[in-house]
């Protein structure tokens, strides 16, 4: 569902200035705050963006964004600390509603003016208590709104209210979901939130379909939503110069590209791994805009992953075992790839390790290709791999597999990541 600023004019003052627009825009810039290293800009064609002023290197920390607003999961409820998102054994939890933890006390105090919009609203409905995970970071919005009235530190550069929406572009589906959710909204928090009009509310919404961030881990398991104002200006490439990784709710932005001064900092909002068309109907789908990147220009990869497949014909064989694919299609077509994927998910659900890795193994080989040299999806993959190895006392093919995962995340994690140091732990541990 979510990622990142839709590249397409807006209109705050600066976004139309095209021709004299750079220097008035570096000043505004300064007025309203600033990271240093970087700056907004607008271009004609993908209204406003990120660039560098100077130069970054492979791994290298471009900036980091603490959330405007997170909300954690409601299935990693007991898990994960509810501020903080820390996982880990024997955490606090709430004596009023007994739904929320929390690493300590310190954690449930900072929490509390999020979590009391929650609180005493589950005790009250109990089992009825079902509001979406959108709805619920909305009302964090706008309590945040209310008690926030200065620039806040994920504000440096773009302010919460200046986000991207596509209002206009939503068909009747989305519109729909949109209501339930304000719905939804009204029902379990109007009581400590004082609700927006209709109208701002659909903007509100709309905004944060476009511009919010699932929090994934290290094996890329959804932790819960954020609102990063400052990361969401961040255009998309299916060459992306930077990645985004996040250390608790805190998002870090790093290259994993050598950018030099003036080049646009560019993610990825969708996975890569699918062909041109099929990422650029996710694109419009989503965020409302056809990627020109050079990769989507060259098509380099498409060959490769749609080998003898329409994907309307893999659909119908869905029900039919992996191996009778494997005598139509190539192994590196990205259904079967996808296939591949939610059958080594099935094995680690059922405690197959063998399954698993027959499948691991097979997917770590056409992964390595088709993604860019840094990617989240290669890195979980191996670190599901190794982990599996290590448990089966197979230690060096797991260290192998942990050690790869381990290069991909020292650039897009940064060397000092708890993960990297939960994993090197691992590593010792046999
Ligand atoms: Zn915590
Ligand atoms: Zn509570
Ligand atoms: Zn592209």
Not at 360 to 381: D, F, I, Q
Request: glycine share 6%; net charge negative; with cysteine.
């Amino acid at each position: 569902m979510w990622y990142v600023d839709a590249p397409k004019p807006v209109s705050i003052t600066h976004a139309d200035q095209t021709q004299s627009g750079v220097e008035t825009h570096v000043e505004e810039v300064t007025m309203t705050g600033s990271i240093d290293g970087l700056e907004m800009f607008s271009s004609p064609e993908k209204g406003r963006g990120l660039r560098v002023s100077r130069g970054f290197s492979v791994g290298e920390l471009l900036f980091s964004c603490p959330a405007y607003s997170s909300v954690l999961s409601v299935t990693e409820r007991g898990s994960c600390c509810d501020l903080c998102f820390r996982r880990k054994q024997g955490l606090a939890r709430c004596g009023k509603c007994k739904k929320a933890f929390y690493c300590n006390a310190s954690c449930q105090k900072a929490d509390w003016a999020m979590h009391k919009l929650e609180c005493s609203a589950m005790v009250a409905f109990g089992e009825n208590w079902c509001p979406s995970e959108t709805s619920r970071l909305v009302a964090r919005i706008l309590a945040k709104k209310k008690l926030q009235k200065e620039r806040c530190d994920s504000e440096k550069i773009l302010l919460i209210g200046e986000m991207q929406s596509h209002l206009e572009d939503e068909d009747n589906e989305k519109k729909e979901k949109t209501e339930a959710d304000i719905a939804g909204l009204s029902r379990f928090f109007s009581k400590h939130l004082e609700v927006p009009s209709h109208r701002d509310l659909l903007t509100l919404f709309s905004q944060v379909a476009c511009n919010g961030f699932t929090i994934e881990d290290d094996e890329l398991s959804h932790m819960g939503t954020a609102v990063y104002p400052d990361v969401a200006l961040i255009n998309h490439s299916c060459l992306p110069s930077v990645i985004v990784t996040f250390n608790g709710t805190k998002a870090e932005v790093r290259a994993v590209q050598d950018m030099k001064p003036g080049d646009e900092v560019l993610i990825s909002y969708i996975d890569l791994l699918y062909p041109t068309d099929d990422r650029n109907s996710r694109l419009r789908e989503s965020y409302y805009f056809t990627c020109k990147c050079p990769e989507c220009q060259k098509k380099s990869k498409d060959k490769v992953k749609l080998k003898s497949a329409p994907p309307s014909e893999l659909l119908e064989m869905c029900e039919q075992s992996l191996e009778e694919m494997g005598a139509v299609f190539e192994d590196s077509n990205v259904y079967v790839l996808h296939m591949m994927y939610q059958a080594m998910g099935v094995c680690i659900y059922m405690q197959d390790a063998d399954g698993a890795l027959r499948y691991g193994e097979k997917l770590a080989r056409y992964y390595s290709k088709l993604y860019p040299p840094y990617s989240l999806n290669v890195s979980s993959l191996y670190l599901k791999l190794g982990r599996i190895y290590m448990a089966m006392g197979r230690h060096s093919e797991g260290i192998k597999a942990l050690t790869k995962a381990i290069t991909i995340m020292e650039v897009a994690h940064g060397k000092d990541h708890q993960y990297l140091e939960d994993i090197r732990k691992e590593l010792t541990q046999k």
